[in-house]
């Protein structure tokens, strides 16, 4: 290897076989939509009350409402119907995350989220978020504590990645913390 590549990012990384690696985020998004039908499915027992949410997390996801009527069996077949559609882009992915996170806070649950789906929307996300977010991580590299994952070149700010995505999507204000640093 030459002396400069071994600073070149991604150049000591183990070989892995990253053949399945693609820019379609079906699948990531049908997860997502089946994530916030278990999500419903917990919180909400008011059928009123749960199409509200079932209608606002898709609306807010860019899923549109006409699709579904917002039962959790609803949000389940629109889910395979995504799988099964046409390709869907990060943009859309992180839309649905970020509804997917207002819909945890108002009903009060913890959303689960594959941490490769995280590190991906977090990272999507950093690069159109409001002026002075970037401002925050820029320079620095943004570790996730729980998830493994992390972007950037420079001195660690680190969080959880849950906390990492809520102030990337401006859900929260506390930015990620210097490494070694009390929260």
Do not use: C
């Not at 071994?6 to 998004?29: C, F, I």
């Not at 941490?115 to 950093?126: F, H, I, K, Q, R």
């Not at 570790?143 to 906390?163: C, M």
């Amino acid at each position: 290897m030459a002396d400069f590549a071994q600073h070149l990012p991604l150049s000591q990384r183990a070989g892995v076989d990253e053949s399945n690696v693609s820019s379609d985020r079906r699948a990531a998004v049908a997860d997502v939509v089946v994530e916030a039908a278990r999500i419903l499915g917990i919180a909400t027992h008011d059928d009123a009350a749960h199409q509200a949410r079932a209608r606002r997390f898709l609306d807010e996801a860019g899923l549109g409402t006409g699709a579904t009527g917002g039962s959790a069996t609803d949000l389940r077949h629109l889910a395979e119907t995504l799988r099964t559609g046409r390709r869907r882009r990060i943009g859309m992915l992180v839309n649905a995350v970020r509804a997917l996170l207002v819909l945890a806070d108002t009903v009060g649950v913890a959303p689960h989220l594959d941490p490769a789906v995280s590190g991906a929307v977090a990272l999507a996300a950093e690069g159109k978020a409001a002026f002075a977010r970037r401002a925050v991580l820029r320079g620095h590299t943004v570790r996730a504590t729980d998830e493994g994952w992390g972007f950037g070149y420079g001195p660690v700010l680190q969080g959880t990645g849950r906390s990492i995505l809520r102030f990337i999507l401006e859900l929260e204000d506390t930015p990620p913390q210097p490494l070694n640093s009390p929260r």
